[in-house]
């Protein structure tokens, strides 16, 4: 994970909130914990562009752009 230093500064600095959002979701620190990391591995494999398994809504496409994104800018 050193090719995305932002990434890493990101998850240093809301680590705490992070686990603490987890914990109101769970209401256990280590399912909130088992959470913030799946979460963070999912977030990192989309950035990365590991896409297998992805729900099509949040595959990027061709140009890098997902679902979400080509309907908002459709709608705009």
Do not use: C
Request: hydrophobic share 40%; net charge negative; no cysteine.
């Amino acid at each position: 994970m050193d090719d995305e230093p932002g990434f890493d500064e990101l998850v240093a600095e809301q680590a705490d909130a992070l686990l603490r959002y987890g914990y109101v979701l769970t209401g256990n620190p280590h399912d909130a914990a088992d959470l913030v990391q799946e979460a963070l591995v999912r977030l990192r494999r989309l950035a990365e562009g590991e896409t297998q398994g992805q729900p099509a809504q949040l595959r990027p496409d061709h140009d890098g752009t997902v679902a979400h994104q080509r309907l908002a800018a459709a709608q705009a």
